[in-house]
């Protein structure tokens, strides 16, 4: 089961490398989906969405690792798109041990029927909008697209939909400032999060095509932890690791990437560095309607600290991916920093195994033959 797991999750790496038509905030490069889906998703959890519509929204634009991006202005055949992706979801949740629960929750989203669904797709269609009017200096065809998209296109529903953010978004076409309301201060909060797609790792992609970022890297802890839910310890909810996983490298966005294998591991730690990553917290979380802005920091904290079920699960699950992207990729991120079998056993095996014993087992199975 693990072996398939992990197939499924070593596959869905290759969504880093799928290129969309929207472009980051700073108008730097294109977005591509992995950190789209993470954006969307951390969208949907600010917004208030449910475990299940955020989970729908990970495994969502999989398939375009085998299709591609579709961006909505320009033409397609419906039929041929729609047989391609389900040909695509058949074989790419096919690789994990839940295949038929996926395709299902796959299906479910691209429905867009049931509550979970429809929250899942206004997340999905409103993500681009914010993108685009809260860059800025935003590109003026892409406005054109966006305001296309919402008085004719498929965010037009957003007026009995959701009504506060089509008035939102109207008036910032038209050059209004947003209001200081619970809403304008999630939309600040999503718009300054776009910034984390432009914080480098030291990992690099499975491909050793380019430095993984941490935004596409927080969409596949979510996506880990998701997969790897039932080898989770007894009493871990699943929904909440989720939740953390997604806002737990936000403080990089002040802070950068630090190395887990640089200066010896020392600064990783260091006091200096947690310091200034509780600043950072206070400071992005701050952005948020001043409840939610508690919450997040508190779960924040809890990841840090690792000392409940949730957290020690979810740092499990941050110390194995880059691990497994190494393994993966035949050690070129090691070798940059001349790491050996003692200090992955040391600085990441004891987090997964307190975490996860089973995924350490694997890993450490791998980890001898890839030092042998």
Not at 100 to 108: D, F, V
Request: with cysteine; glycine share 6%.
């Amino acid at each position: 089961m693990l072996d398939s797991a992990m197939q499924f999750l070593c596959e869905a790496d290759r969504l880093k490398s799928v290129t969309r038509a929207n472009v980051l905030m700073d108008l730097s490069r294109p977005e591509n989906s992995a950190e789209h889906s993470w954006h969307v998703a951390l969208q949907a959890m600010v917004m208030g969405a449910s475990d299940r519509a955020i989970a729908m929204i990970l495994l969502h634009d999989l398939v375009e690792i085998d299709v591609g991006d579709q961006p909505i202005h320009l033409g397609h055949d419906s039929d041929a798109l729609q047989r391609a992706e389900a040909a695509a979801a058949r074989r790419i949740f096919g690789l994990a041990p839940q295949s038929e629960a996926l395709i299902a929750l796959w299906h479910e989203f691209e429905a867009g029927q049931s509550p979970d669904a429809a929250m899942a797709k206004r997340m999905d269609h409103t993500q681009p909008v914010l993108q685009v009017l809260m860059a800025a200096d935003p590109l003026p065809d892409h406005v054109r697209i966006v305001r296309d998209n919402l008085t004719t296109g498929r965010a037009a529903r957003l007026s009995g939909e959701w009504p506060a953010f089509m008035q939102a978004a109207l008036g910032l076409m038209d050059g209004v400032a947003l209001p200081d309301d619970d809403l304008s201060r999630r939309m600040r909060f999503l718009a300054e999060a776009d910034r984390l797609k432009s914080v480098i790792r030291a990992s690099l992609l499975i491909d050793n095509s380019r430095r993984e970022n941490s935004a596409e890297h927080s969409w596949h802890l979510a996506l880990y932890a998701l997969i790897l839910a039932g080898k989770a310890p007894l009493g871990v909810d699943v929904g909440r690791v989720i939740r953390m996983l997604l806002i737990h490298d936000l403080v990089e966005i002040d802070v950068g990437d630090v190395p887990l294998h640089s200066a010896g591991g020392q600064a990783h730690g260091a006091a200096e560095v947690k310091q200034a990553e509780a600043a950072a917290a206070r400071r992005i979380f701050g952005l948020l309607p001043d409840r939610q802005a508690r919450e997040l920091f508190d779960l924040w904290t809890e990841f840090e600290d690792a000392a409940t079920p949730d957290a020690i699960f979810a740092k499990a699950l941050d110390r194995c991916q880059p691990a497994v992207q190494n393994v993966m990729g035949g050690g070129v991120g090691w070798a940059e920093y001349s790491v050996t079998r003692q200090q992955v056993t040391e600085r990441v095996g004891r987090q997964v195994e307190r975490g996860a014993p089973a995924l350490w087992g694997w890993l450490d199975a791998r980890l001898a033959r890839f030092f042998a």
